[in-house]
């Protein structure tokens, strides 16, 4: 279920731009969306991956303690991590909105999308790929190239619902407990349909 008083990842991502994407809000909703944050420390960060669907059905949710050499590494293997599991939960033609609060990585996702639609599968300008994170570079292309379409918008920090999960994993370590989701589009996501007034005060002999 949706958790009361947080907003939908939805809703987060109908607000944030999609760098090189162009979208309406309520034009573009995905069936699945998925938020990663990936932090760094001295002594240890964390990567944090929210998994929905459209309406705010629980997917999956993740708090990792994960080494990595610096934030934007960091950044990189959580959107890997949150992809792959995302692939083994969703239809591989599932539309997918991505969150992160990485401008360049927004950007080099959603250049990806936009080179796949080509005839020679290249992008207009060479991604930014951190050094230490081609090899979660590749596997995101992999990933992003296997769903049916997919686009990233850029969220602020403060914003990231992902966030609290990449920065405190110990904490948050029960969330890696839950059990196991797997939600197609439209089942238990559907909005509550309420008839008109006209129909719904009428007896069954009007």
């Not at 907003?7 to 995905?30: G, N, Q, V, Y």
């Not at 990485?102 to 060479?126: F, I, M, T």
């Amino acid at each position: 279920m949706a958790t009361v008083g947080r907003r939908r990842l939805r809703e987060l991502f109908d607000d944030a731009p999609t760098p090189h994407i162009a979208h309406h809000p309520r034009t573009h909703h995905r069936e699945y969306y998925v938020a990663t944050d990936g932090s760094f420390a001295p002594d240890g960060g964390g990567l944090g991956v929210i998994i929905e669907t459209g309406s705010g059905e629980r997917v999956a949710r993740l708090a990792v303690p994960d080494p990595a050499p610096d934030n934007n590494v960091a950044e990189y293997r959580a959107l890997h991590l949150g992809l792959d599991v995302l692939a083994h939960r969703a239809p591989a033609d599932a539309n997918v909105g991505v969150l992160v609060d990485h401008s360049a990585l927004a950007g080099d996702v959603n250049l990806a999308v936009l080179a796949g639609r080509g005839a020679d599968y290249r992008p207009v300008r060479d991604a930014a790929v951190p050094a230490g994170a081609a090899n979660h570079w590749r596997g995101i292309r992999a990933r992003v190239a296997g769903f049916g379409e997919l686009r990233a918008a850029d969220l602020r920090s403060g914003e990231n619902p992902a966030h609290v999960l990449a920065n405190a994993p110990e904490e948050y370590a029960h969330v890696n407990d839950e059990p196991p989701r797997c939600l197609l589009p439209g089942v238990g996501s559907e909005e509550p349909q309420i008839p008109p007034p006209s129909r719904a005060n009428r007896h069954a002999g009007d």
